[in-house]
């Protein structure tokens, strides 16, 4: 499953971290932002999770 996501977050909300990194480098945050920091944040802890199964 993990393999699954990875082309449909990375291909499919490619636009969303674009847009989201040319807005952190000018300090300012719009709903772009939001949506890759939350997809990416679960992405990693999903990760986490799979690699590290017995800490939570």
């Known amino acids: 499953m993990m393999m699954?996501?990875?082309p449909?977050?990375?291909w499919s909300g490619s636009e969303f971290?674009?847009?989201?990194?040319d807005k952190l480098k000018h300090f300012s945050a719009n709903m772009d932002t939001?949506?890759?920091l939350s997809t990416g944040t679960a992405f990693v802890f999903?990760?986490?999770n799979t690699v590290?199964?017995?800490t939570f």
Not at 17 to 21: K, L, Q, T
């Open 34 to 36: 939001l949506v890759a």
């Open 52 to 54: 590290f199964h017995n």
């Open 17 to 21: 971290f674009v847009i989201a990194w």
């Open 46 to 48: 999903s990760v986490f």
């Open 4 to 6: 699954l996501s990875v």
């Open 8 to 10: 449909a977050l990375f």
